[in-house]
């Protein structure tokens, strides 16, 4: 089986930063994209920002330019940089990963979600 643990989420001000980290382990043989999810309350979940195993990166239009996604694929971790933060960013954000087992299965897996808050 394949754990993901978040870290890094708190409470800011508006215009501050967080930095998330996700860190992958278990019977890993190699993880594909690793992503950042994030669920404000009534809301569904959205993708925030995605990193392939090769490096190319895609974002939310709502975060470009604000944040910032990589990932370790030494430490199998994942990092959200989060700047000029926003009320709107509020939310419990989610790490999740495709990942190859030992096994040879590609098991999906999430993590149990951060939460960052905004104040304004």
């Known amino acids: 089986q394949v754990q993901l643990v978040e870290s890094g989420g708190g409470l800011v001000q508006a215009g501050g930063s967080l930095r998330l980290s996700c860190a992958a382990s278990g019977s890993i043989r190699s993880i594909n994209a690793m992503d950042w999810w994030r669920q404000a309350p009534g809301n569904q979940r959205e993708l925030v920002a995605r990193?392939?195993?090769?490096?190319?990166?895609n974002y939310a239009e709502s975060v470009k330019g604000r944040f910032t996604i990589s990932r370790d694929n030494a430490k199998n971790t994942v990092y959200l940089q989060m700047n000029s933060l926003k009320p709107e960013d509020t939310a419990v954000y989610y790490c999740?990963?495709?990942?190859?087992?030992?096994?040879?299965?590609?098991?999906?897996?999430w993590g149990q979600g951060t939460q960052v808050t905004v104040s304004s």
């Open positions: 999740h990963a495709d990942v190859l087992t030992t096994a040879w299965v590609t098991q999906t897996s």
């Open positions: 990193v392939t195993s090769g490096g190319p990166t």
